[in-house]
């Protein structure tokens, strides 16, 4: 059977579908991940095959440009606002630059069953042109039901165009989210299973703990969060770090970290590394909020300190929060003891642990792979 993935041209969006994917194809099925730019590159990394649905135009560069030239859409982004409606013309203006290379993936590769990212809606033109079937594939705690007929409702040319006059109903929805962390669960539940890349790790993060004997809190800021809102809350953690008796491995990925200033001796600033294998050997996390960080915490059963910079990073906070099984915090408020807490309060530790429990209790990318597969069937 072949199943298509078309996802939102952004790793955070992709790395979730990744683990669905592979079990799809261990268990003899085809795939091929439609999407573009740094997504379609992750995936190809990822040993998924690829068909770049908008080839030959960077779109990254596209996005950014539109950032600079609407500082009111920026606003919306990075401030607090649980309700994601107001980016929707944002998120219908991307899924319309991937809708014609879709569409022509679909006619050619002829899918038996689409799996779409959460916030995508690309595919919706092609599963209601050749009668697909169609599944969406959340990402994290955002509730994502209505929200992409929504984002059709602001693609009505396309549509037009393709000659699309219905709308399609999605059959099944997957839901990655621990459920006693949110109100409902929509869909099939599946066992959260964290993709961060490979990498040939280094000896102190194949050992248990750190060589000092100090807890290790792991601090990132995602891909996304740091081009949009900066390095601030690194910057306040180096400010404090050294009234903490902790050792702090802060992992950014290829940002410029020149402007930081001093760094104290119990702080290192690397680079890439799979958040999977830091969380291994570390006893908390200090975030942006992003969804793959806030569920990888929670797989690994460490507390977690959320700084949220807008999207959906408030709401995965908010889960984690009120959930207990971390803090979540204003950069502003970010200090010596705070961080004590997070890595020494033995309630957030306890309550960690048991979401990770939870997650492991919940069915596989094996077993969700085969509930899709009936679906079609």
Known sequence: MRVLFVVTPGIGHLFPTVPLAWALRITGHEVLVATTGAAARAAAEAGLPVADVF???????????????????????????????????MLADMSTRLTDGTTSTVEQWRPDVIVQSATEAAAFAAAGRFGIPLVRHGFGFLRAAGMGKLIVSHMTEVMRRLDVTAVPEYQAAIDVAPPSLVPAVEGWSMRYVPYNRGAVLTDDLVRPGPATGRPRV?????????????????????????????????????????????????????????????LRTSTALVHHGGAGTTLGALVAGVPQLVLPSGSDRYLNAAAVRDGGAGLSAAEADLDAELLTRLSEDGDLRRRAQEVRAEIAALPSPVEVAERVIDLVR
């Open 55 to 89: 080839p030959g135009r960077d779109f990254a560069a596209l996005m950014s440009e539109r950032f600079r030239s609407d500082p009111e859409l920026v606003k919306l982004i990075t401030r607090e606002n649980t309700d994601l409606a107001a980016v929707v013309p």
């Open 218 to 278: 792991a601090v990132t800021l995602g891909t996304v969060a740091t081009g949009l809102t900066g390095l601030g809350p690194v910057a306040r953690l180096l400010s404090v770090a050294d009234q903490v008796d902790a050792e702090f491995v802060v992992a950014l990925g290829d940002a410029d970290t020149n402007g930081l200033g001093p760094v104290p001796d119990n702080v290192r600033l690397a680079g890439w590394i799979p958040l999977d294998a830091l």
